[in-house]
């Protein structure tokens, strides 16, 4: 099993430009989570879902989409970038434990 | 105010010693997960706890849903131990919040 995979590993985006950073598992789990995580904070919860065709906000949703139209993939849609989105972005999956993918650095410019 | 605190924020021990961090919260949860961090990033699930104690090798976890706190133990402490530990709750509805962790380091 690869577990959780994220793509890309590290981007830099200009302000306004769109993205998609990808997740995918291959557990077969109906959990998946996106979080950002900041220097010196804690991790932030942006959006999860709970299964397939089934997707909410978490604490800081604002300019993110996702979508879940299957139950291996959660794609995170940022539409203007803007610099307080530079971050480290975490996608995890659950049934109990939580896996983590390695994480996508973004710097927005 | 954070739901999730964690203390200390610091913690440098000598290699063997018994190490304590602790994790209180004010919201409630249906589990409590305890995370390690590597020095590269990299996030690894230790325990999910909600109720009384689990542990893994030398890692203990403690949980006391009345007092809304949570302890994490490491025994003989090890270089290899050195990394971010960080507490998280579930709440009902599946979201979680986080600590800022604890960072720890184990000298030889």
């Known amino acids: 099993n690869a577990g959780v995979t994220q793509t890309p590993k590290f981007r830099i985006l200009k302000i306004g430009q769109s993205m998609t950073l990808q997740c995918t598992q291959d557990m077969n789990h109906n959990y998946m989570y996106w979080y950002r995580q900041d220097p010196g904070m804690g991790l932030k919860l942006i959006y999860y879902?709970?299964?397939?065709?089934?997707?909410d906000k978490g604490e800081v949703p604002n300019g993110y989409n996702v979508s879940r139209s299957t139950t291996e993939d959660f794609p995170l849609r940022l539409e203007l970038a803007a610099p307080s989105q530079t971050s480290v972005y975490f996608c995890?999956?659950?049934?109990?434990?939580?896996?983590f993918g390695p994480g996508t650095r973004l710097l927005v410019l | 105010k954070n739901e999730v605190e964690q203390s200390p924020q610091n913690l440098t021990a000598q290699e063997g010693e018994f190490i304590t961090i602790n994790c209180s919260y004010s919201v409630g949860i249906s589990a409590l997960h305890w995370l390690q961090q590597h020095p590269g990033g990299g996030i690894v699930s230790l325990f999910m706890l909600s109720s009384g104690k689990k542990k893994h090798g030398r890692l203990i976890a403690t949980i006391n849903i009345q007092e809304k706190h949570s302890s994490l133990h490491i025994t003989a402490s090890h270089p290899r131990d050195s990394a971010v530990y960080i507490c998280?709750?579930?709440?009902?509805?599946?979201?979680?919040?986080f600590g800022t962790g604890t960072s720890l380091t184990v000298i030889p």
């Open positions: 995890a999956s659950r049934e109990e434990t939580q896996y």
């Open positions: 879902s709970v299964g397939a065709g089934i997707t």
């Open positions: 998280a709750v579930m709440r009902p509805g599946n979201q979680f919040y």
